[in-house]
């Protein structure tokens, strides 16, 4: 078969994309309400956030503002994840139905496919909200605004999305080999939660096992780094963005296994 | 009334918890990581206080607080909201309807059965490492009791407000949002993700008069104070059970108005 380019791929996106958005603007008012869903839990986090640093001025050296960019920044690197990969979340009830089979039989890829079928606007929302933040802190912090710290904050939230990205994919495939995978997903999704803490507030096991094992540090503390603190940045950082890709590659192949290796339900 | 027939709606659920035994585990899992991750943020953030005690609470009582506060959530939340939404999207709460028994009371006894399993896997053991972990910072005395009778009112209180959410449902046929809108409300305002001690005065005092702080707050205050003054105990007390039957009412009442409401898409 011949393969397919990447102007194919994105003209076929774009024309999924629209489909989807068509069927979710036919439920408006869930639409609503799900927006001011994610718009409370962003102000929820930062409401609490703000709280908590009321009492107290600052947490091992880490500043009020430049917590807020690591907060910033992770509300921007789970976009991605949230937007475009939302459908993980239903593949647990199309294996499981067997409906999943239809998706096998396109001529196109499929993990491709399967992920574009669904785009969240939701996370748009939570976009914005972690831009504001950012450019609120980074205001504050008085950091300079050169186009190379531009690239440098792109390149890394890039690399962030990717182990996000590659977190949900393995999490979400492991429902090929177990029946009851949303738990795993759901603590995949509660790792979002961590990611906005500075690794350095752990005991040095704990620093290894959130750096190498579950790599929630990469989400925002390795990359901010770079921003935050110029003079100081561990090797780890600077290798972050080939890290990422070879997560994100990993936890495609892990997926496309499981989904090949997937016979159906017979009905 | 006939509690046998509500007894047997236990056992079930019990059975039905206990099938899914991996997922029990992978709960064990993420609470654990959840402890590890507060235990050392808090370690972190009382390092640089200057003081052991912030707003009247110790490193020790933070702890206790936030971490049964979390493992009081895992044990009461019911995913009610869930379950009657999907029941009417999918149109199986008819067939629950039409059974001879109450509909509010017939979710709410077949949820009650991972209360037990719920109860006995993750408070429990929580429970039991958190206080080798503080040395008996825990007062182990009459406080327990009141602890014990203050969580079954929460339980209740909590169970209605769900109630409350799922019947708007019946209205706008969106669970996730108005889900995630509950949650986030619930749990901030309960004093679950930050204790209620660290609100400034405004929004302390408003959060005293709504129900969320009977749920997590009370019972946790009730728990950690080793020498409870018998007046501070029945206002207390007093007011979860106030809220308890002012919330059953509501709850019912909207109930009984919204089913005319209904539209069930076949099923």
Redesign the interface.
């Known amino acids: 078969m011949k393969r397919k380019g990447l102007r194919f791929y994105l003209r076929i996106y774009f024309k999924i994309l629209a489909q989807d958005i068509k069927s979710k603007m036919s439920y408006r008012a869930d639409f609503i309400i799900s927006t001011l869903g994610m718009i409370f839990t962003n102000i929820a986090g930062f409401v609490s956030f703000w709280i908590l640093f009321r009492s107290f001025p600052d947490i091992k050296g880490w500043s009020y503002h430049e917590m807020l960019f690591l907060y910033g920044f992770s509300l921007i690197s789970l976009t991605p994840v949230q937007c475009l990969f939302d459908n993980n979340w239903s593949l647990r009830s199309y294996v499981y139905s067997g409906d999943f089979i239809k998706y096998c039989f396109r001529p196109i890829n499929l993990f491709f496919y399967y992920q574009s079928e669904v785009f969240d606007i939701k996370g748009l929302g939570q976009l914005a909200f972690g831009i504001g933040t950012l450019v609120y802190s980074w205001n504050k912090i008085g950091l300079a605004c050169t186009p190379l710290m531009i690239l440098k904050i792109v390149v890394f939230l890039i690399t962030a999305s990717l182990i996000m990205i590659a977190l949900q994919n393995a999490a979400a495939a492991t429902c090929f080999w177990i029946q009851n995978s949303f738990y795993i997903l759901d603590l995949a999704y509660r790792f979002r939660d961590y990611a906005k803490y500075p690794v350095t507030i752990f005991s040095s096991v704990f620093k290894f096992i959130f750096t190498f094992l579950m790599p929630i540090a990469f989400i925002a503390y390795y990359p901010s780094l770079v921003i935050l603190r110029p003079d100081d940045v561990p090797i780890l950082t600077w290798l972050s963005p080939i890290i990422g890709c070879l997560f994100f590659y990993v936890s495609y192949k892990i997926w496309m296994y499981g989904a090949l290796k997937y016979n159906g339900t017979g009905s | 009334m006939k509690i046998k027939k509500y007894l047997t709606l236990t056992r079930a659920g019990i059975i039905e918890s206990l099938q ?1 035994r ?2 029990m585990l ?2 064990v ?2 609470n654990l ?2 402890l ?2 507060i235990y ?2 808090w ?3 009382y ?3 200057d003081s052991d005690v ?2 009247g609470m110790t490193f020790s009582d933070t702890l206790i607080y936030l971490v049964l506060a979390t493992a009081l959530f895992n044990f009461m939340e019911m995913y009610t909201v869930w379950q009657i939404g999907r029941d009417i999207q999918s149109g199986k709460i008819v067939l629950d309807l039409v059974k001879p028994i109450d509909y509010r009371r017939y979710i709410f006894w077949s949820f009650s059965g991972s209360f037990v399993t719920n109860f006995l896997f993750t408070f429990l053991p929580t429970f039991i490492v958190v206080t080798a972990v503080t040395h008996g910072a825990i007062h182990m005395g009459l406080n327990l009791l009141y602890f014990v009778v203050s969580v079954v009112l929460a339980i209740m209180i909590n169970y209605s407000i769900d109630f409350i959410v799922a019947t708007i449902c019946l209205y ?3 669970i ?6 509950k949650q ?2 619930v ?2 305002l309960s004093g679950a ?2 204790p209620l001690a ?3 005065d405004t ?1 302390r005092n408003v959060v005293d008069h709504l129900p969320f702080q009977a749920i997590y707050n009370a019972p946790l205050t009730l728990l950690l104070d080793g020498d409870p003054d018998m007046k501070d105990v029945c206002i207390t007390l007093g007011t979860q059970l106030a809220w308890c039957v002012g919330m059953f009412i509501v709850s019912k009442l909207f109930w009984k108005c919204s089913i005319k409401q209904i539209t069930v898409n076949g099923g």
């Not at chain 2, 996730?176 to 809108?181: C, E, H, Q, R």
């Open positions: 899914f991996l997922s992978v709960m899992i993420g990581l959840y590890i991750v050392f943020l370690k972190a953030i390092a640089s206080a912030v707003n706008t046929e969106s996730w949002g108005i889900n995630m809108m986030v409300i749990l901030l993700t930050v660290f609100f400034p929004l």
